[in-house]
């Protein structure tokens, strides 16, 4: 905050009492326009002015002389009313508007639940299951060839139609296109996914196959000429 900020701070008080000449109070008013702590400490102080009337004489500091009060210099009690009155519109707003952001929020996670599970429900009669757990990932790490460079790991995913592969491998020189290719323990090979030559050696490539995973072998990655640089042996 600045000092001009907490100068204007200090004046709130007097600005409610009435002790302010006009300058300060042309100040004040401007800076309450911006300032959303000003008008907040306002608010609170708002009833002081009233309890303090209310006060019997007894409570009033015996012999206090009166500070000298301009009347003329305070705002008026329409102006102060219609001030409290924007902030507290504004703060119910934006009260409300924080309920509506909470409950669309709400209504997206509702909406998710639900289409999670009429997902699960889809197809099937009777009493829901207990939940299909998530598809146990094998990583299988890359050996190089020899006189290739070849590093990084091979992800494999079980689906219900075979296995999905996703290469992230790195210092892959020689002529592409490169080939990912899958070999099933009977010795079957399918070609997962085909891509170029990037310029820095490095690749992440998604591929699939039919082959299921409990009966990969290994997945391994070839040259244009089919040179295999480096094979990842798939333990089960």
Known sequence: MSADHDELR??????????????DIDRLDAHLR???????????????PELLQRLPDAQ???DAAPAPISLSARPSQAN?????????????????????????AAAVVLIAVAVGVSVVRGGREGPVGPPVPSPQLVTAQFEPAEG????????????TWGVSVA??????????????????????VEQAAIWGPTPSGNAKVIGASSIQLPNVRSVSVADHDGRVLGTAEVVN
């Open 10 to 23: 200090r004046l709130l008080g007097g600005y409610l009492l009435g002790g302010l000449d006009e300058r």
């Open 34 to 48: 911006d300032c959303d702590s000003c008008r907040e400490e306002l608010d609170r102080l708002a009833p002081v």
């Open 60 to 62: 009033r500091v015996p």
């Open 80 to 104: 102060i009313d219609a001030l409290l009155r924007r902030m507290r519109a504004e703060r119910s707003r934006e009260s409300r508007m924080a309920r509506l952001r909470w409950l669309a």
């Open 148 to 159: 290739s460079g070849l590093s990084g790991q091979a992800v494999l995913t079980p689906k």
């Open 167 to 188: 290469l992230d491998v790195t210092r892959l020189h020689g002529t592409g296109p490169f080939r990912c290719q899958v070999r099933s323990r009977q010795g079957l």
